[in-house]
């Protein structure tokens, strides 16, 4: 991986799939969990929470990495004004996938980008909408025990079995699905400085 030619670059983020994501930039970088509460507020919108929760991360380890240019991000599928967020366990994941067979699902990707010492900050909202099949439940069961998806917004992951499952994506950008927009991304990281391709 190259060294960016400008300020250190830090993902604030325990995600091993958007750590995955940012790699393919070769752009050397560090990973420090934000210790953000993710609860959501009353009567938040599935964006307002996406968004807030990206925010939010990146100021968190901005704070203590103040000369670093910090990526914070958050995913949240939306089912009709219903936030999905990370099931956590096989029944809670069952019970999403029943909720969401036949339905068209908005997984919203916020992205912030900020460094304290340079006052930068740029904040994006990509939008993936997901047609899902009218899957039996066994085949959800098939799919919960084979993938184990417990730590992905709407136990849904593309890049795996989970594409079985799906009747189309809709989206500008491939890896947004994933966690980590990456087009968007890397125009938020070239006005922050960062030489992505080696030069600005």
Do not use: W
């Not at 500008?172 to 968007?184: C, E, H, Y």
Request: aromatic share 4%.
């Amino acid at each position: 991986m190259q060294e960016s030619l400008h300020r250190p670059l830090v993902l604030a983020s325990t995600s091993v799939y958007r750590k995955e994501l940012l790699g393919r930039l070769h752009l050397l970088f560090e990973a420090v969990p934000p210790g953000v509460d993710e609860t959501p507020f009353p009567n938040e919108t599935p964006a307002e929470l996406a968004a807030r929760l990206a925010l939010a991360k990146a100021r968190a380890v901005s704070d203590l990495r103040p000369d670093c240019v910090v990526i914070g991000s958050d995913q949240v599928a939306d089912l009709h004004g219903i936030a999905l967020g990370k099931p956590g366990n096989f029944e809670r994941a069952q019970a999403q996938l029943q909720q969401m067979r036949g339905q068209t699902v908005v997984f919203q990707t916020a992205m912030a980008v900020v460094c304290a010492q340079t006052g930068y900050c740029a904040q994006a909202l990509v939008l993936v909408h997901v047609r899902y099949r009218c899957f039996s439940d066994a085949e959800i069961d098939h799919y919960l025990r084979r993938e184990q998806p417990f730590d992905c917004a709407g136990s849904s992951k593309s890049e795996g079995l989970g594409i079985a499952m799906m009747e189309s994506i809709g989206n500008d950008d491939p890896t947004a699905l994933i966690g980590l927009p990456l087009i968007r991304l890397c125009a938020m990281l070239r006005g922050a400085g960062i030489a992505v391709m080696g030069t600005l």
